[in-house]
């Protein structure tokens, strides 16, 4: 039985953790040498589509990667990311900061979500948001590939929300990372590409 297709107005291109601390030289990851080309490039590759989806009625919604003050200021962290990234310090991620904001070619946001995890919906208002704005499809992309991108969309996947991910338009830290995590998507939602939903969203 075929489903009739959900109009622009109803879907959301959403992006995970493009922020100033994981993407900008003076961010927190920036400071470290932790960076890739594939990420840097991100923004500006996505900029064009998600200007196109406002121009036609959607909706562009930011997930921003928070370290939650506690006390002292001193962030929450979890042991595996404390592990993994022990550069990680006071005022990183911290909500507010310039650091913890959305890169700048991207904004703004048409909603923005503070999430904790690597999945945008796990003990956020993210399902809250989505359903009062009657938003029903999703376009995912942003960073990591393999981590905040893959849980997101496995997480939208299971609530029921049409969902497809931008092969080009996520990234990871080594191309072939990148690679294996979309391949292992497959499975569970739609693989396209930016030009293939910039075409869809001119011709609705």
């Not at 959301?12 to 990420?39: K, M």
């Not at 370290?67 to 550069?87: M, N, T």
């Not at 029921?160 to 499975?187: Q, S, W």
Request: glycine share 8%; net charge neutral.
């Amino acid at each position: 039985m075929s489903h009739p297709a959900i109009p622009l107005s109803r879907t959301a291109l959403l992006t995970v953790d493009l922020q100033n601390d994981f993407l900008h030289p003076d961010g927190a990851y920036g400071r470290a040498g932790q960076s890739a080309p594939e990420i840097a490039a991100l923004p500006a590759r996505l900029k064009p589509l998600a200007d196109l989806i406002r121009a036609k009625g959607g909706f562009y919604v930011s997930t921003q990667f928070t370290l939650v003050p506690a006390k002292g200021g001193e962030p929450l962290i979890s042991p595996h990311l404390k592990q993994i990234r022990p550069f990680l310090k006071k005022g990183d991620f911290l909500p507010g900061a310039w650091g913890h904001a959305l890169v700048d070619e991207l904004q703004p946001a048409d909603l923005t979500v503070e999430k904790i995890a690597y999945s945008a919906f796990y003990m956020t208002r993210m399902e809250w948001v989505l359903r009062k704005c009657g938003i029903e499809k999703l376009i995912i992309a942003g960073i990591v590939s393999n981590g905040g991108v893959a849980s997101t969309v496995r997480d939208a996947h299971v609530r029921d929300f049409e969902t497809i991910v931008l092969e080009d338009g996520c990234a990871a830290f080594t191309p072939a990372v990148h690679d294996t995590a979309i391949a292992a998507l497959k499975p569970v939602c739609r693989v396209a590409t930016i030009a293939e939903m910039a075409a869809e969203f001119s011709a609705a």
